[in-house]
């Protein structure tokens, strides 16, 4: 290669024509590499929502069912003799009554040919046994029909509630199936009288935890969801703020302020199980606070979510640029006044999208909570943050472990109550973004 002197032209030694197919080829090269790319990513997207879209149909076919119930329609006589023999209307009296024995005996009444002790064991397990809470709490609610003969809907035992939904095949071997080729008799012949009835399931929603799977519900679930959340909220909210304005406004540079916030940084990637631990080592052990409680629960997911707070807290208070600040020093602003009346306000909407995320994530946490016991099996509605409750991602975990087969069903079931109050609150963080976002 040499250079002319003087013209400012280089010559190379190709020919013209071989240099423009060197150019030519090197940008065919380039963009081939961009259409690889630009492939690549979009694969990874349809591979992503390919695999988004296979988890909730699965999620969904299998949980959808979970929403209705199978009921019967029983005729029950309410002999007074038996509910009330004194006929003083006493609710204690009322309550424990022999409720069942009625039950059955309605069962009876509508197949008199069955006889033999097993046929009959056989014929009561077409129903539930919520069927005598049905009738009892009828009675409570209007003592009145006591020695009428009342229509009354109870619920059918989970094995026929996943037979009629077509979980169980008649196609099976009798052997093979747990419902048997006498109770299908049964069941057609109540299905050719209108006594089975398809109805929404409201006790899923309605009622706490159950071993019987007809009378399953999420309901102490998301109570006790609740209460945690609202002890992580009131709890992380006020530190994590705090901490982000002192660190951004006020605190010095200096080492200490580093370290601190490299372990901040270092605290958001700790696993969640390592939170659980030490709350079951300080706050349970240490202190004696109640176990499996919402405030248990709710400090140790309150410790979990500060760091992701304070972040993005933080990340907030810095966007809000800084002529504003220093606008309102020139008007002679203290610097309290600037940060709560001027950069705080501004950063807001950050602060609480990054509030509503970390909620989000606390809400489906798991590992910390089974530490501290809140995986203990709870009937009863939590009325309030002492006592012994569940939240809803351990619900999931102890229905998942169930053996029954209509206990699969409810599992999806919950898991997409717990996704649907996810993608709300993310639509929520969404919107006051949004709604509050000021542009500058």
Known sequence: MSDTA???????????KNINEVVSAGIRRRYAAERRFRAYGLAAIGFAIFALTTLLVTIVGTGYSAFTQTMLELEITLYPQDIDPEGNRD????????????????LR?????VTTRQERRRLNGLVSDGATFQVRRAVLDDPSIIGQRISILVPMSDDIDQFMKGH????????????????????????????????????????????????AGIWGALVGSL????????????????????????????????????????LAAVPSIVFGLLGLAVFLNFFGLPRSAPLVGGMVLALMTLPT???????????????????????????????????LPLAMPGILTGTIIGMAQALGETA????????????????????????????????????????????????????????????????LRKRFERRW
């Not at 003087?6 to 013209?16: A, I, N, Q, S």
């Not at 609710?91 to 309605?106: E, F, G």
């Not at 975990?397 to 996810?422: G, H, K, N, Q």
């Open 227 to 266: 209460l945690t959340m609202s002890v992580t909220l009131a709890l992380a909210f006020p530190l994590a703020v705090a901490t982000a304005i002192y660190l951004e406004e006020f605190a010095p540079k200096n080492r200490w302020t580093d370290l601190i916030e490299v372990n901040i940084n270092n």
């Open 6 to 16: 003087g013209t400012g032209t280089v010559k190379t030694g190709l020919p013209r």
């Open 309 to 343: 707070i304070i972040i993005a807290a933080r990340a907030s208070i810095k966007a809000v640029p800084p002529w504003i600040r220093e606008a309102a020093l020139g008007l002679g602003a203290s610097r309290m006044q600037v940060v709560f009346q001027h950069t």
């Open 91 to 106: 609710p204690k009296v009322l309550s424990t009554a022999n409720y069942q024995a009625l039950v059955r005996q309605s």
């Open 168 to 215: 169980i095949s008649a196609e099976v071997p009798e052997s093979d199936r747990r419902v048997s080729d006498q109770e299908i008799a049964w069941l057609e012949r109540l299905q050719d009288r209108n006594l089975v009835h398809r109805t929404f399931n409201w006790t899923f929603f309605t009622s706490g935890d159950s071993r019987e799977p007809e009378l």
């Open 109 to 113: 009444d509508l197949f008199p040919e």
């Open 368 to 431: 910390p909570l089974l530490m501290i016991g809140m995986i203990a099996f709870i009937v009863d509605i939590p009325q309030g943050v002492t006592d012994p409750a569940t939240v809803l991602p351990v619900q999931v975990f102890l229905w998942s472990d169930a053996p029954e087969r209509a206990f699969v069903e409810r599992t999806s079931a919950a898991i997409m109550v717990l996704l649907s109050f996810l993608i709300v609150m993310n639509a929520f963080a969404i919107y």
